[in-house]
T-cell receptor
Framework: KAGVTQTPRYLIKTRGQQVTLSCSPI?????VSWYQQTPGQGLQFLFE???????NKGNFPGRFSGRQFSNSRSEMNVSTLELGDSALYLC??????????????FGPGTRLTVT | GIQVEQSPPDLILQEGANSTLRCNFS?????LQWFHQNPWGQLINLFY???GTKQNGRLSATTVATERYSLLYISSSQTTDSGVYFC??????????FGTGTRLTVIP
């Protein structure tokens, strides 16, 4: 079974621009979660999508948004990029069933650099 | 939110040595996972272990949920074990809270 895939793997953007990252979960998984990893803040939860609906959200500004498609693929968008948005963005896939095990599996990440 | 603390923050071992990494958490959890982050940034699943003990080759893990801690044991360490080890927990919602990690360096 194929793992979680993320595209692109590396990205360089300029302050003020916007960016869209993509994640394809493991086949059969309906939940996709996004995390941001920075040296200063560590790994932090951004949001979770399940069945095309945002089910859970972390403490990030509204510039960070996402969506999920009917095939469970997800995209996240960051608008008006700031230098502090430079980070490794990780996507995680899980079954997402309520009360279930929901072991999460991570993709390879997208490394975003904002200049 | 829940606090997750990992110790030690850094660990340097000679190849062949054994080690124990610890994860303490501040509240009840319904999921606990251990990950190894490779040099390219990918998080590799090691264990899903909300309670009990599991073993996988040279690695094993134990979670004592009632006392809110988990331990990861690495035996006969190899240079390929180097990297950062994260503990992550989940409470009600389906998102993980990560510890700050233990950076392991194994010297040949």
């Amino acid at each position: 079974k194929a793992g979680v895939t993320q595209t692109p793997r590396y990205l360089i953007k300029t302050r003020g621009q916007q960016v869209t990252l993509s994640c394809s979960p493991i086949s059969g998984h309906r939940s996709v979660s996004w995390y941001q990893q920075t040296p200063g803040q560590g790994l932090q939860f951004l949001f979770e999508y399940f069945s095309e609906t945002q089910r859970n959200k972390g403490n990030f500004p509204g510039r960070f948004s996402g969506r999920q498609f009917s095939n469970s693929r997800s995209e996240m968008n960051v608008s008006t990029l700031e230098l502090g948005d430079s980070a490794l963005y990780l996507c995680a896939s899980s079954l997402g069933t309520s009360g279930g095990a929901n072991e999460q599996y991570f993709g390879p990440g997208t490394r975003l650099t904002v200049t | 939110g829940i606090q997750v603390e990992q110790s030690p923050p850094d660990l340097i071992l000679q190849e062949g040595a054994n080690s124990t990494l610890r994860c303490n958490f501040s509240d009840s959890v319904n999921n606990l996972q251990w990950f190894h982050q490779n040099p390219w940034g990918q998080l590799i699943n090691l264990f899903y272990i909300p309670s009990g003990t599991k073993q996988n080759g040279r690695l094993s893990a134990t979670t004592v949920a009632t006392e809110r801690y988990s331990l990861l044991y690495i035996s006969s360490s190899q240079t390929t074990d180097s990297g950062v080890y994260f503990c992550a927990v989940k409470t009600g919602a389906n998102n993980l809270f990560f510890g700050t990690g233990t950076r392991l360096t194994v010297i040949p």
